[in-house]
């Protein structure tokens, strides 16, 4: 008798069946065919933007470019490349993420710092760096930090996406991925130095915005997309009735910033 393989002889006697997908995407490009599409965490019931600062960074770069696209929500920072959101499929089906948007963005629709001078364009670089860092910081703690905000707009906010009980596990563990990532940067998290740091960028930004419609003049940078997507994030979902949030009441005590985040709201996501 000849030898056969235990594996093959296994296989034989429990035969793989396979079943119909339950559910086949639409191929890419959906309609209109060939628009780019951003891929952003959604938005809240409230809001046009997303509740997420770094979406509503690139929903406002795209808007002050002119850059044509169409938007689409997204709850799966899994289906980037970078496993973070947004990305964006351009028109030719490249998956692009970070600075590949930017840069996709500038060669498609122009580059929106060209009139810039060396020394704006040196400011642009460092503010955009104390932003990224000091604000950003700052919203990620009170997001996940504060009890308040955490129990009433961040959970909640995360939890509406899924089916009990994985909502309640997935909230839970992205709070622990946001707190490794907060202990990366600082090895103990001191909420009055935090705030700290985050009324001096505040305070250096309203500084260079002074009576400006935009941080450089008359037209928006990336600067302003990135400064735009914190104020608004912190003014939008940090409100809370009948309670004073220390990172809101910052922003709040500067009047050329909350004009400066009304103004661009109104004129590039109000009608949309």
Not at 217 to 238: E, M, N
Request: glycine share 4%; with cysteine.
């Amino acid at each position: 008798m000849p030898w056969v393989n235990p594996s093959t002889k296994l296989q034989n006697a429990l035969p793989l069946k396979t079943h119909p997908a339950v559910f086949v995407p639409a191929a890419w490009p959906a309609e209109p065919a060939g628009v780019p599409i951003l891929y952003i965490f959604p938005p809240s019931k409230q809001a046009i933007t997303s509740v997420d600062a770094e979406c509503v960074k690139y929903q406002a770069f795209l808007a002050f470019s002119n850059y044509k696209h169409t938007i689409q929500e997204c709850h799966e920072p899994g289906m980037s490349p970078s496993g973070q959101l947004p990305f964006l499929i351009a028109s030719d089906g490249r998956i692009l993420t970070g600075r590949q948007i930017v840069e996709e963005v500038k060669n498609t629709a122009g580059d929106l710092e060209s009139r810039l001078t060396d020394v704006e364009r040196a400011d642009l670089t460092s503010f955009t760096l104390l932003a990224e860092t000091k604000l950003d910081f700052a919203l990620l703690f009170t997001l996940w930090y504060d009890n308040r905000i955490r129990d009433t707009v961040t959970f909640p906010m995360y939890e509406a996406l899924y089916p009990w009980p994985l909502n309640k596990i997935l909230s839970r563990q992205i709070r622990a991925e946001k707190t490794e990532w907060m202990l990366s940067r600082k090895s103990v998290l001191k909420r009055d130095e935090i705030l700290s740091d985050a009324k001096q960028a505040l305070a250096a930004l309203s500084t260079l915005l002074g009576s400006q419609l935009f941080f450089f003049g008359s037209k928006a940078s990336f600067l302003d997309a990135v400064v735009f997507s914190y104020l608004h994030v912190i003014l939008s979902q940090l409100a809370l009735p009948g309670a004073d949030v220390p990172l809101r009441e910052a922003v709040m005590r500067h009047d050329n910033l909350v004009q400066y985040c009304r103004r661009v709201f109104n004129t590039f996501f109000a009608l949309t």
